[in-house]
């Protein structure tokens, strides 16, 4: 019998090393045969970066079929630790052994210009930036607004788009609304293909994108969605048990109203005290950025002060007029927002007011509130007559 189950388990033993082994020359195989990327792309591996990321960022562009074995291989082989900083063009083919070696390499980064459009609240840019080699900064050599149509394209940038080796980002900001991406979509040549409809407001994660030429507007839409959706999941999950709203539906509109109050990104969990603290003790949330939303439907910048008759309007959005939360969010908000919203800071404020310095001032008492007011008044009065 014993001698049975001796024979048994080396039987076992040997076939499972056989399986290991045929495993190992799989991967080996994987690691050095050509990689599946079908064009040309700049790897941007930032100041701290590790091979780990840099192997998911791979995967996720498409430049290697498997990360982990791209992991394991730049960990076999001892390059890990020598992952520089900078911009490395990968051509088309490239094994994952080849991207390792460029990577870790003793040769100065391989591409060193990108284009970076950037949407934000007050419009849209298209910057060309170079690479100094030296020092592994950035530095902008031309910028232009493409919904402008006065303005003149510079031919760095023509030139940047046509170069294989160009690294093209679209970086959205917070509180963007949805409308404004669009808008800025359709504005880029780097983009094609039409959008059907608006995604619905703050379903649209503001984020940094890399893309190519040719990028199709709705996939990249649906590529936002799709971040915003896991990481709202991921944010609900992690929620305070005292969190002020009862949906992620809620937590999204509540976010979006702090990244429109919020100047100071440090102060967003203290801002979304002062909106927890409303919700649960029934005061109206009294937040301009909701009126402005209820003027514009997130389809401009009103470039104004906000008028009397506004504060009393009653639109949908208008928290000087409703109860609790509007119907939707009013703009896309970032993850700290998110964040924010559902693990507010705790604290008895119920008021706050701008202070002159980009935050806020925060109360507990009406009397503590018309004093901070009254500052704020005073500092306006102050820069009109220094403007004058």
């Not at 959205?172 to 509180?175: D, I, K, P, S």
């Given at each position: 019998m014993w001698r049975n189950?001796?024979?048994?388990?080396?039987?076992?033993?040997i076939v499972a090393l056989i399986g290991v082994a045929v495993v190992i020359g799989w991967g080996q195989r994987q690691y050095v045969a050509e990689g599946p990327l079908e064009e040309p792309m700049c790897l941007q591996v930032p100041r701290g970066g590790s091979m780990a990321r840099v192997a998911d960022q791979l995967s996720e562009l498409g430049a290697v079929s498997n990360a982990t074995i791209y992991r394991l291989g730049a960990q076999y082989s001892g390059k890990s630790p020598s992952l520089k900083a900078g911009s490395f063009l990968i051509e088309e083919g490239t094994s994952m052994q080849e991207i390792v070696a460029e990577i870790t390499g003793d040769g100065l980064s391989t591409c060193g210009t990108e284009i970076i459009y950037l949407v934000s609240v007050n419009g849209q840019s298209m910057r060309v930036r170079e690479l100094d080699t030296e020092s592994q900064e950035f530095a902008t050599t031309a910028e232009f607004d493409p919904k402008d149509e006065a303005a003149v394209v510079p031919e760095v940038y023509a030139s940047a788009v046509e170069d294989v080796g160009t690294r093209f980002r679209v970086v959205?900001?917070?509180?963007v609304t949805s409308w404004q991406v669009v808008e800025a979509l359709r504005a880029s040549d780097l983009f094609e293909g039409e959008v059907a409809a608006v995604p619905e407001e703050g379903s649209l994660a503001p984020d940094g994108y890399e893309i190519r030429p040719g990028a199709d507007r709705a996939e990249f839409l649906a590529n936002m969605a799709s971040a915003q959706e896991n990481f709202l999941a991921s944010a609900w999950e992690a929620r305070a048990a005292d969190a002020p709203v009862e949906t992620p539906e809620e937590a999204l509109i509540l976010a979006s109203i702090i990244e429109k109050e919020t100047g100071v990104a440090d102060e967003r969990p203290l801002v979304a005290s002062v909106f927890?603290?409303?919700?649960?003790?029934g005061i109206k949330l009294q937040t301009d950025p909701t009126v402005i939303y209820g003027v514009t439907e997130g389809k401009s910048v009103l470039g104004r002060g906000l008028r009397q008759s506004e504060l009393r309007a009653r639109t949908p959005w208008n928290t000087y007029v409703i109860d609790g939360l509007p119907p939707t969010p009013i703009a896309n908000p970032g993850r700290a927002s998110i964040e924010a919203a559902l693990a507010p800071a705790e604290s008895d404020y119920?008021?706050?007011?701008?202070?002159?310095?980009?935050?806020?001032a925060f109360a507990v008492t009406l009397d503590e509130h018309n004093a901070n007011v009254a500052k704020w008044r005073q500092i306006e009065r102050d820069r009109a007559n220094a403007d004058n």
């Open positions: 189950l001796a024979s048994n388990f080396l039987t076992i033993l959205v900001a917070e509180g927890a603290n409303r919700l649960r003790r119920i008021f706050f007011v701008a202070d002159g310095t980009g935050g806020h």
